[in-house]
Structure formats: C-alpha cells, structure tokens
C-alpha cells in the first residue's frame, strides 16, 4: 500500500483541507486536517478517519495506523510552534 493511496481514499471520504501520509508499506502515520474536527471527542475524531481505511485494514493491506488530527487553525498553530 502507499502513502498517496491511502491519501486519495482520505479525501475521498471525508471533508479534509489536508492529508498527510507517512509509512513503510505497512505501518502508517496520517495527519488528517479539518474542520469536521471541531466539535468532536479525541474517539470520534479516530473513528472518523478509521471509518473510510477499515477495508483496508480487514484485508490487512495496512497492519497499523497511528492518527493525529486538526482543526485548520490548531494545524497552523503546531505547524508554527514546530518549524515546519
């Protein structure tokens, strides 16, 4: 599996301003940015961005994921706050 695939079902599911995928074929780090986060409890936040990778993850196409998600304005901040 790679990161850009696992990028394009992201944005295809969900109502995200960004996707940012990184891994080794099998274990992945996502950073999912949106809005959609704002009014959502850290699990309902999870759940959102496993929701549309489940497949793959059933079929085991992806063995692990480790999720961070933002809402735009707290993405700038970290974004900020660690030089990137």
């Known amino acids: 599996m790679e990161n850009h695939e696992i990028q394009t079902v992201l944005m295809n599911a969900l109502p995200l301003q960004e996707v940012h995928v990184s891994g080794d074929g099998s274990h992945f780090q996502v950073i999912a940015v949106g809005e959609l986060f704002a009014e959502l409890s ?43």
């Open 42 to 84: 850290r699990v309902k936040k999870q759940q959102t961005v496993y929701a549309p990778l489940m497949e793959l993850i059933a079929d085991n196409r992806i063995h692990a994921v480790s999720i961070k998600t933002y809402t735009p304005q707290e993405w700038d901040r970290d974004r900020k706050l660690n030089g990137l």
